[in-house]
């Protein structure tokens, strides 16, 4: 079952073109995708682990020690939190020897390294294909943390098991050594083992068919030994059978890491999402093809009766609807698995490695007879091929383009930027004026900033809260609590007194940002005085005698603060340079229109779009300014270029609230329609729209939106699920008191 580029029926003669695709084509093709593979991981930082990772590398080389408990923060210092170590003092190293741009360089590298390993499972026009829409997920996933070594583990350890499965040389003496390298860089090891169940099904589905019955029995029995070597092999790690508690606790966690964190949400499936799949330019919509093809393979792989493949197949498509997370491994496990019962569509037969079965032997005769009485066919496949082929090498020059043009990462608003070094969302000039000036601790932050602050701040400076779920508890939510209070209420002075805050860092930065109403709270707080603003942070300090001295040095006037693009951003012309500029005035712009600052936030805004005037979320906020103007009309515009370049369900609200604030009921319907089928936790959206079905006197469509609500509140928590089944209850009765 061994992947070809062209295969002829038996008997024939290759033709020369179908000789030059295999000999020529197929290897630049693969190449190229690698290539394209390495580009797409070559971005900007973003991620919001990779800092408490380095800081916990730093630690253990600077200590040698690996700590069992908590040694950043001041919040959970001395809980219990066991995770593996190489992982993290290899992300150190390589910080040591190049900075962050040896930490991009690695992204780049693994990504590729993931696709070239897939290649070596499975190499031929249909892995190629989905190799090109896959990376963009497979990119996502190899950020520089530790994440990153389960995506090349994983696809390593499939490819593996994929060619023995296949009867090809597969050197399964490298499966415990794999388990030994992966239980020390990454808790997805367990992934691996989820991997080791599905090759064992394999080979059990295969020997329910008689034809293939001794072959399976007979891989099976040389892959037990390996397969069971790599349970001990995971405990060579420096917790031994403990490694299996941290997974127990992260599991335990789960439920409160999908309500808080975007990559373990659920994948909603409907009109509105499928349509993503029609952006082609956008690269998050391979990820539908994926999911297409992977349910056509499998339905190939049945009809050949490989149940096997197709049950791996439709097991990590259902995973990765479930879990964000886990759309990467989908994509590897689809390169390799759904490329062979794809190939017959660019092949005159499916070619196999096995020996040939009977009704294997019937097919090559009936094709032959085919060939004999259509001899153009062969002729149209190989044409139909090599068409293929140029599409693939098209839209792989596209996605080129947009990489390097850094459109693929503006027109989804991303906040990372093609190349090596650190995004710019990060504060890192806030931080540098904490520590160059000494500001008192402890400090209190955003949830995201809490692992960069780790590293870049500690360990003069402990964190509040950062990425790991496990040691801090239940102060994710108390922090979210704290949030919604004003400082100056009694809980912020109460939290600052129990913990000595005397210092925040808030990110002001258009993607994670403090909101309108909390920034303005902070900028007029007398509890707390802004010592530092710019266009992507804000440090506040705790207004108290012993810090008057810096209050005093470094007075911030928010509603008057002048924002200017620093030299070294207007000096600088390249794309890349280009793309710095449009994130400034991005950010300054946002930051201008939540401090009700419009004519100044319009004009930054309007500098960010001359340059990238794709980017929607810039229309969205362009949109509120000019609403809070109270131009409708032109806010409307603005909303509607935002949906029509990228639908997110932020602008689909923003629609339904100017919509109804002008009280045009049906479009305010649509609009939250829309925002609800985007949406992962839409069962809040379904509440508003069966209460605006009431005003509009529409019962049924009213309680259909009340039951649409409470059957998805199931992905919420407890509490906001019973929350959730009151008001639509209570929402029932007011329909139906409406029809008496």
């Not at 904490?434 to 692992?451: K, Q």
């Amino acid at each position: 079952m061994v992947t070809r580029l062209v295969s002829n029926t038996p008997g024939e003669s290759p033709s020369v073109t179908e000789s030059h695709l295999r000999r020529y084509a197929a290897p630049a093709l693969l190449l190229l995708v690698v290539v394209y593979a390495f580009a797409a991981g070559l971005h900007t930082i973003g991620d919001a682990d990779t800092g408490w990772q380095l800081a916990s590398g730093r630690y253990i080389v600077q200590h040698h020690h690996i700590p069992d408990t908590d040694v950043l923060s001041y919040t959970a210092r001395g809980q219990e939190w066991i995770y593996p170590a190489v992982s993290e003092v290899l992300l150190y190293f390589l910080y040591m020897l190049g900075g962050y741009a040896a930490l991009s360089l690695l992204s780049a590298t693994a990504c590729a390294a993931t696709v070239a390993i897939g290649f070596w499972a499975e190499a031929g026009l249909a892995s190629a294909v989905l190799a090109i829409l896959a990376i963009p997920k497979i990119a996502y996933r190899t950020a520089p943390r530790a994440d990153l070594f389960t995506t090349v583990l994983f696809a390593a350890l499939l490819a593996a098991l994929w060619r023995h499965y296949q009867d090809r040389k597969a050197p399964l003496w490298l499966v415990p050594l794999i388990f030994v390298v992966w239980a020390n860089t990454h808790l997805g090891f367990i992934a691996g083992f989820a991997l080791l169940i599905g090759y064992v099904v394999l080979e059990l589905a295969d020997s329910l068919v008689a034809e293939r019955r001794d072959a399976a029995r007979n891989r099976l029995r040389s892959a037990l030994p390996w397969l069971i070597a790599a349970v001990p092999a995971t405990l060579l790690n420096p917790w031994h059978v403990k490694v299996f508690r941290a997974l127990y606790l992260q599991e335990r966690d789960m439920s409160s890491q999908e309500n808080v964190i975007a990559e373990w949400r659920h994948v909603p499936l409907n009109a509105s999402t499928l349509a993503e799949a029609f952006r082609w330019r956008n690269p998050e919509s391979g990820y539908y093809w994926l999911l297409a093809l992977a349910v056509l393979a499998a339905a190939a792989a049945i009809k050949r009766k490989y149940f096997g493949p197709a049950l791996l197949l439709l097991g990590a498509a259902v995973l990765s609807l479930r879990h964000i997370r886990f759309q990467a491994l989908f994509a590897i496990v689809t390169i390799v698995v759904a490329a062979p019962f794809l190939a017959g569509i660019f092949a005159s037969r499916p070619a196999t490695t096995r020996v040939p079965e009977p009704r294997a032997q019937r097919r090559r005769k009936q094709a032959q007879k085919q060939a004999a009485r259509f001899p153009s066919l062969a002729r149209y496949r190989a044409a139909f091929t090599t068409g293929v082929l140029a599409c693939a090498i098209g839209v792989l020059g596209v996605r080129f383009y947009d990489l390097v043009s850094e459109r693929a990462y503006m027109i989804g608003g991303a906040i990372q930027l093609s190349g090596v070094g650190l995004s710019s969302w990060y504060p890192m000039r806030a931080a540098d004026f904490v520590r160059r000036e000494r500001l008192p601790g402890n400090l209190f932050h955003d949830y995201n900033l809490g692992g960069f602050l780790a590293f870049e701040l500690g360990p003069e400076y402990a964190d509040y809260i950062d990425g790991r779920a496990i040691p801090f508890g239940s102060l994710r939510a108390e922090r979210r609590a704290l949030m919604r209070q004003s400082p100056e209420s009694p809980a912020w002075q109460e939290e600052a007194d129990r913990r000595q805050i005397n210092t925040l860092i808030f990110s002001l930065a258009r993607y994670w940002g403090l909101d309108a109403g909390t920034l303005r709270q902070f900028c007029t707080s007398t509890n707390w005085k802004p010592v530092y603003l710019d266009e992507v942070a804000i440090v506040l300090l705790r207004n108290r005698p012993e810090n008057l001295s810096w209050i005093n040095r470094f007075p911030v006037d928010c509603l008057n603060a002048k924002f200017e693009p620093r030299p070294e951003l207007t000096a600088v012309h390249s794309i890349r340079g280009r793309a710095e500029l449009f994130n400034y005035y991005a950010h300054a712009g946002s930051i201008l229109f939540k401090l009700s600052r419009n004519s100044e936030a319009e004009a930054a805004l309007d500098r960010a779009l001359e340059m990238f005037p794709e980017e929607p979320f810039l229309h969205q906020i362009r949109g509120q300014v000019h609403q809070a103007k109270g131009e409708l009309q032109d806010a409307e515009n603005e909303y509607l270029t935002s949906v029509g370049i990228e639908p997110v369900e932020a602008t689909w609200y923003a629609l339904f609230a100017l919509y109804q604030s002008e009280k045009r009921y049906p479009e305010a319907a649509h609009a939250l329609e829309e925002a609800a089928q985007l949406s992962v936790h839409p069962s809040q959206y379904y509440i508003s729209l069966g209460t605006l079905y009431v005003t509009m006197h529409e019962t049924d469509r009213a309680l259909d939106a009340f039951d649409a609500a409470v059957e998805n509140s199931g992905y919420e928590s407890p509490e906001l699920k019973a929350r959730i089944e009151s008001q639509a209850a209570e929402g029932r009765a007011h329909a139906l008191n409406a029809m008496r």
